[in-house]
């Protein structure tokens, strides 16, 4: 079993809801496509931490409070 640290989608969402701009105009703010910010919105999910950085800048949040911490099952052989 090992642990993934991913982007928390509700905290993610709750977040660029505060900044009160549309997903366009935060995916541009952080230097992202818009189609990025849609699937981050969509799902927890890896990110860079440099990209992590400019959002947890952006927000004005600490990275490690954006991260849930899940355990994932290594298949065998992997």
Known sequence: MTM???LDRE????????TKL?????AEQVGLSDRHV???KKQDIDV???VLYRISQ???TPMEDL???????????A
Do not use: C, P, Y
């Open 4 to 6: 993934t640290a991913l």
């Open 11 to 18: 905290k993610f969402n709750k977040g660029v809801e505060m």
């Open 22 to 26: 549309n997903q366009e105009a935060f």
């Open 38 to 40: 849609r699937n981050l």
């Open 48 to 50: 860079s931490i440099s």
């Open 58 to 60: 952006r927000l004005d």
């Open 67 to 77: 991260l849930v911490v899940q355990n994932r099952v290594r298949k065998a052989g």
